[in-house]
């Protein structure tokens, strides 16, 4: 007989076991995908303006259909619509290696990246009632864990088959993790949502998101976590352009030297992950938030001083455990604030801030490697995101938030 709060306890639960699985095997196309297509279009053009528009792409449809997709994740059914979403990502990535011009590839990077705010947010909406309130820390670790396993072997796979056979026939791989993906989400069983309060209508589409956003804007902690997500979007894409640019100009390596970088942050961030999973509930999560993003800045305008290879691997490993204690501490807190009705609503708008600053500060950054170089680039993410993290916490009043709330409490605070 199974008890209390075990991993094992939440793999006995067939349902979680085959979406987890499938989510990694999505996360792991996305990770390949997200190494191939950086790798393409900069060899193509040589251009880190380029390569940024191309990464921004893929987080532009968060702010297209995000919001859309967690009042159907409220309304409709999560299994449907994680079946139809991954057998439409394998359809469209199934052409990427068909493409002629970078027009073509913008295109189809678009319209393949719409189906991951659907995936995403429909899971993120559905896994607290498949595990249970008691459950979901473990839960979430084991996914978070999955997401930065496969990001181990994703951007190294993909980093080291692009170098020996180019990008186009790396992209069929990604085909068959979507197609596994949508064949393990026929195999689960998902609990509906809870009996919306009107039929779904553009009316109720409008008053949903109005719900959403007085439940973001009232409540702190809430709140906070949008704000601190907007304020880390600068140190998602930036760093990935800076380093890039920096290994292969001025360190003179190339692709699979980035794969393993983005394998090395992945696997740091797994491992934290999946420690501090065990050990949460007897953590003051209030310093876990700031600490981990204050521990990423630091490491990222450390890697603005022009560091050797070795040393960048370093420091992108401790920037990974950073991200591994903010994540972890915002997905639980997220989950426990947020009421099951309005969750998916709660999700979308919350991802569609998130992706609008990353789309901004990848564009920004292009610019600013581009002008002045990777060095001064990271420096700049490093301090900015450290300074705004503390601000943050100090004005919104989400800091004091977090250290008084009572989960076991009815509602948000």
């Known amino acids: 007989m199974l008890r209390g709060d075990s991993y094992r306890e939440v793999f006995a639960n067939r349902s979680f076991t085959v979406l987890w699985a499938g989510q990694a095997l999505a996360h792991l196309g996305q990770s390949i995908t997200y190494v191939a297509v950086a790798l393409y279009v900069y060899e193509l053009t040589g251009s880190a303006r380029d390569l940024s528009i191309a990464l921004a792409l893929q987080l532009l449809p968060w702010m297209v259909v995000g919001p859309v997709v967690g009042m159907l994740a409220d309304h409709l059914g999560r299994k449907a619509i994680l079946v139809v979403a991954y057998a439409?990502?394998?359809?469209?990535?199934?052409?990427?290696?068909?493409?002629?011009?970078?027009?073509?590839?913008?295109?189809?990077?678009?319209?393949?990246?719409?189906?991951?705010?659907v995936t995403e947010l429909t899971w993120a909406a559905a896994l607290p009632s498949i595990v249970g309130q008691g459950l979901f820390v473990r839960g979430v670790s084991l996914e978070i864990v999955a997401f930065n396993a496969v990001n181990v072997v994703g951007p190294t796979a993909a980093g080291l088959?692009?170098?020996?056979?180019?990008?186009?026939?790396?992209?069929?791989?990604?085909?068959?993790?979507?197609?596994?993906?949508?064949?393990?989400?026929?195999?689960?069983?998902?609990?509906?949502?809870?009996?919306?309060?009107?039929p779904l209508s553009l009316r109720g589409l409008w008053r949903g998101q109005v719900e959403a956003i007085q439940l973001l804007s009232k409540d702190r902690i809430l709140r906070y976590l949008v704000l601190l997500d907007v304020t880390v979007a600068l140190g998602v894409i930036g760093p990935d352009i800076a380093s890039l640019v920096y290994l292969t100009d001025t360190l003179q390596l190339g692709g699979r030297e980035y794969g393993l970088l983005r394998g090395t942050v992945s696997f740091s961030m797994a491992l934290g992950v999946f420690v501090l999973g065990q050990h949460a509930s007897r953590l003051a999560r209030q310093y876990m938030l700031l600490g981990g993003v204050l521990l990423v800045g630091l490491a990222y305008a450390l890697a603005g001083t022009g560091p050797s290879a070795v040393l960048l691997f370093g420091l992108w490993f401790v920037s990974g455990l950073g991200w591994a204690a903010s994540w972890l501490?915002?997905?639980?807190?997220?989950?426990?604030?947020?009421?099951?009705?309005?969750?998916?609503?709660?999700?979308?708008?919350?991802?569609?801030?998130?992706?609008?600053?990353?789309?901004g500060t990848a564009t920004l950054a292009g610019w600013m490697v581009n002008k002045f170089g990777p060095g001064i680039g990271l420096y700049v993410i490093g301090g900015a995101i450290s300074l705004g993290a503390i601000a943050v916490a100090g004005l919104s009043g989400g800091h004091r938030a977090i250290a008084r709330f009572n989960p076991n409490a009815d509602g948000a605070e």
């Open 88 to 117: 439409l990502q394998a359809a469209l990535v199934a052409l990427l290696p068909f493409t002629t011009t970078l027009g073509q590839i913008y295109a189809l990077v678009f319209l393949s990246g719409l189906m991951a705010p």
């Open 329 to 359: 501490t915002a997905d639980s807190l997220y989950a426990e604030v947020t009421p099951d009705a309005v969750r998916g609503r709660v999700y979308s708008i919350a991802a569609a801030s998130y992706a609008l600053a990353e789309a």
């Open 161 to 198: 088959l692009t170098s020996l056979v180019g990008a186009r026939p790396v992209f069929f791989v990604v085909v068959a993790c979507y197609l596994g993906a949508t064949a393990l989400a026929l195999q689960a069983s998902i609990p509906g949502p809870p009996k919306p309060d009107e």
